[in-house]
């Protein structure tokens, strides 16, 4: 895929994960469904869930326990892809 239509492709996702209060751990197993699906998802970090953790940190650490990697980080919304 070209980085033209992978950036249109991230563009285009809509957030179907999002973070909160209950932190990354409670949004594991959905985020692997998703992922197994879609092979791409846009994951919203709330600020309770960031507590003063950069959106960054957070969504390396995501990606890592779904065994994925981050495409996109902008503002506290991340996009995680498994190619």
Partial sequence: MSEVNRAEQIHNL???VWVGKHGIESVRD???????DRGMVKVKFHR??????????LADE????VDATVAETRGHTAVIARD
């Fill in 62 to 65: 995501l990606a890592e326990m």
């Fill in 48 to 57: 309770s869930a960031r507590a003063g953790t950069e959106t960054a940190d």
């Fill in 30 to 36: 959905e985020l692997d469904s998703q992922l197994d």
């Fill in 14 to 16: 809509d957030v179907t």
